[in-house]
């Protein structure tokens, strides 16, 4: 019997060291960040301005960002009754990264911020300063760190395109 005992005291341990169980599945995705967008002037305020975006509210605070979805979207802003600025501009958003091992979580994604600011002389976004020649389509594109977008305008006026109508129109 003490033999017995002697061989259960040694093999017990044994055999319960080897039902270790190590769980190496990766954890859950990051949350994607958000896409953030908005209309903005420096010199002079637009005299109306217009894109297909839903996210924008019809008469949007100037200076205000309101969250989107990513995608392509169409744009205006007039500078005078007449003479206006058009393109497209592109919202990114980043993604969460993937989940680490034994179930840890993995990193958020980045929220992106796009403020168009339109000014009579072309856009700039907040960051860098565009000068664009009458009748060319410039297309701007950025992807470095934080600045991550993409844009195509060109100048236009009502003699030669039609004009959508405006979400927001200045107070004269």
């Known amino acids: 019997m003490k033999k017995l005992k002697w061989i259960a005291s040694m093999m017990l341990p044994l055999f319960f060291a080897s039902c270790i169980i190590v769980d190496n599945t990766p954890g859950p995705r990051g949350r994607d960040g958000l ?21 924008v509210p019809y008469n949007p605070a100037l200076g205000h960002y309101y969250q989107t979805r990513p995608g392509v979207y169409n744009f205006e802003y007039f500078i005078n009754a007449y003479d206006y600025w058009y393109g ?21 994604g980045r929220d992106e911020y796009l403020m168009l600011i339109c000014d009579p002389n072309g856009f700039h976004e907040h960051r860098d300063n565009y000068r664009i020649p ?24 009502i003699l030669t395109r039609t004009a959508q109508q405006p979400k927001y129109k200045r107070d004269s």
């Open 134 to 157: 009458d009748n060319e389509v410039l297309v701007i594109e950025k992807n470095e760190g934080t600045l991550n977008f993409k844009l195509t305008i060109q100048k236009g006026n």
């Open 88 to 108: 497209t501009y592109e919202v990114w958003y980043n993604p969460g990264g993937p989940g680490g091992p034994h179930g840890e979580p993995g990193y958020d």
């Open 35 to 55: 896409s953030f967008f908005g209309v903005d002037y420096e010199h002079q305020a637009p005299y109306s301005y217009w894109d297909n975006n839903s996210a």
